[in-house]
Nanobody, 122 residues
Framework: EVQLQASGGGSVQAGGSLRLSCAASGFTVDGYSIGWFRQAPGKEREGVSAISKNDGSIYYQESVEGRFTMSRDTAKNTVYLQMNNLKPEDTAVYYC???????????????WGQGTQVTVSS
């Protein structure tokens, strides 16, 4: 059974850092496309970052480029999202998701983890 367990959220002040983790089971993180998504109150869910299963290339949403870094550890079967220089507009529930093909194409990822709350105060 494919499962994703996200953790690492919390409350920080603007300029602070957090590292989110997404522990995978039932599949290997280098065999699936994996992404991080977020949903702020009153807004639609949006993609933040994604790693390709084919070549490991990483996509970042423009608003987080240069501040967020996504990585994967195949030994731990876990992916991470290092978030630096956090801004109040980064406040959202963050989700990790996986798909055997791509998390970036319709109809979206097949598998979702539970969300983890990130709150950034000014």
């Amino acid at each position: 059974e494919v499962q994703l367990q996200a953790s690492g959220g919390g409350s920080v002040q603007a300029g602070g850092s957090l590292r989110l983790s997404c522990a995978a089971s039932g599949f290997t993180v280098d065999g699936y496309s994996i992404g991080w998504f977020r949903q702020a109150p009153g807004k639609e869910r949006e993609g933040v970052s994604a790693i390709s299963k084919n070549d490991g290339s990483i996509y970042y949403q423009e608003s987080v480029e240069g501040r967020f870094t996504m990585s994967r550890d195949t030994a731990k079967n876990t992916v991470y999202l290092q978030m630096n220089n956090l801004k109040p507009e980064d406040t959202a529930v963050y989700y990790c998701a996986a798909d055997p093909i791509s998390v970036r194409i319709a109809p979206g990822p097949d598998y979702w983890g539970q969300g983890t709350q990130v709150t950034v105060s000014s």
